[in-house]
Every structure is written in C-alpha cells, then in structure tokens.
C-alpha cells in the first residue's frame, strides 16, 4: 500500500515537472515566434522604402540629404541583431526619419496626388501598423517567458530559455514619447 502511495506521487510529480518543462519551452517559443513575426513586418518596411524613396525622388531633388540618411538607417537596421536594443534602436531612428520624410512630402502637392506614392504611403502606414502589433505580441511573449521561468518549478527549467531572457523588450523612444507639438505640421 505504501509502495503504490510513493509510486503515484512519484509519477504525479514526473508528470507535473514535464508540464512545466512543457511550458518553458512554449514560452520560449512563443518569444522566438513573436520575434520573427517583428522581423517580418521590418521586412516588409525595408523592402517599402526604397520604393518611396524612388517615388519621392522624382519630385524632390533637393532633398537628397534626407534620402541618403533614410537609406543609411535601413542598412543599419537590417544588419543589427535581431532582439537586441542596436535592432530596436535602429529601427526607432528609421521611423523617425520616415515620418519626417513623409512630412516633407506634404509639401509637394504634385507627389501627394501622384497615385503611385499615395498608394506607397498607405502601404507603408499598413506597415507600421502590423509592425505595432507585432511589438505588442513579442512584448508579450518575452513576459510570458519570464513569468514561467521567474516562478517555481519554472525555475528549475530556466536555464531552458536562457538564451531569450535576455533579449531586450522593445520600448518607444525617447522622440516617441515627447508630446506632440501641433503647430509644427500648421
């Protein structure tokens, strides 16, 4: 009788242990998931730009300053790390610069009702959208990970998903954060 107790509790803890096992490695998962569900959407902004760029060029030649850092800014968040913050830095200053490219782009009428370019930017707003929640999902999962190998019996499997506790969470900015002064777009 004794033997059977010690025996079930014996099999309920293996059991237990494997499920937390289990869930270390979703959540491990889940961030890896969630990080090349970012890289995708970033994938499709590099891919985006230099079709604006080409578009804009047209219309604005003197603005070649602005392309070639745009450009800069590209190649330098394609190369970065994928979940560290030189990526997320990277991709930060980018937006940045498109926004103030997009902004200049208000200044031109002919290459705001140029169908190709309006089609471009609304693509690229899409973009930045998907690339917001895809955020929002690996800012999530990171959590998830952490909160399972954080608590116990997690713990006893941290090493498990070591090599993505580290990865950064992705957080706006500081130009993100500022407020937002509307008489500069009057």
């Known amino acids: 009788m004794f033997e ?3 025996l079930v509790v014996g099999i309920a803890i ?3 242990l494997y499920f937390v096992y289990a869930n270390v490695i979703k959540a491990k998962n889940n961030v890896l998931e969630a990080l090349s569900g970012i890289d995708v959407q970033l994938k499709k902004r590099h891919d985006l730009v ?3 760029l080409t578009i804009a060029k ?3 030649e003197h ?3 602005l392309f070639e850092k745009v450009t800069e ?3 330098q968040a394609m190369n970065a790390p994928s979940g560290s913050k030189a990526k997320f830095a990277a991709e930060g200053m980018l937006d940045n610069m498109m926004s103030k490219l997009l902004v200049s782009v208000e200044n031109y009428p002919e290459l705001k009702s140029n169908d190709t370019m309006v089609q471009a930017m609304r ?3 899409e973009v930045e959208e998907h690339i917001a929640a895809a955020r929002r999902f690996y800012n999530s999962a990171l959590t998830q990970v952490r909160n399972t190998v954080q608590i116990f019996p997690g713990s006893l499997f941290a090493g498990l ?3 993505v506790i580290g990865y950064s969470y992705f957080e706006a900015s500081e130009a993100d954060r500022a407020s937002v002064d509307a008489s500069q777009y009057l």
Do not use: C, S
Request: glycine fraction near 4%.
């Open 4 to 6: 059977t107790v010690l």
């Open 14 to 16: 293996v059991v237990g």
């Open 50 to 52: 230099p079709n604006i």
């Open 58 to 60: 047209k219309f604005m």
């Open 63 to 65: 603005e070649n300053e």
């Open 73 to 75: 800014l590209r190649t």
């Open 123 to 125: 693509t690229y707003n």
């Open 161 to 163: 998903a070591a090599d």
